[in-house]
């Protein structure tokens, strides 16, 4: 059974701190790239950031670049979100999913999703 858990959401404070963790499972996970999304209420999800399964090559929405860092730990199946300098726009579910096809941003391109974890900023 294939799954993806993320965990590490939570409240924080505007200029606060949050690292996300996506365990994956049931699926070869170096053959697939990952991704993180987000989805803020009344708004389409979105990418975030995404690490490719062939170089390990990792892409970043230009609204978290330099404050977001996408890592992978291929032993534990397992990708990392380091979450910094966190805003009230950042206020969202974060999603990590997995697409065979490559690396890219559209939901669309992705086989498999967790079922997201609530990240609230206050300002």
């Known amino acids: 059974e294939v799954q993806l858990v993320e965990s590490g959401g939570g409240l924080v404070q505007a200029g606060g701190s949050l690292r996300l963790s996506c365990a994956a499972s049931?699926?070869?996970?170096?053959?697939?790239?990952i991704g993180w999304f987000r989805q803020a209420p009344g708004k389409e999800r979105e990418g975030v950031s995404c690490?490719?399964?062939?170089?390990?090559?990792?892409h970043y929405a230009d609204s978290v670049r330099g404050r977001f860092t996408m890592s992978s730990d291929n032993a534990k199946n397992t990708v990392y979100l380091q979450m910094n300098n966190l805003k009230p726009e950042d206020t969202a579910v974060y999603y990590c999913?997995?697409?065979?096809?490559?690396?890219?941003?559209?939901?669309?391109?992705?086989?498999?999703w967790g079922q997201g974890t609530q990240v609230t900023v206050s300002s």
């Open positions: 999913a997995a697409s065979f096809l490559g690396i890219g941003f559209q939901p669309d391109e992705y086989d498999y």
């Open positions: 049931g699926f070869t996970f170096d053959d697939y790239a």
């Open positions: 690490i490719s399964s062939s170089d390990g090559s990792v």
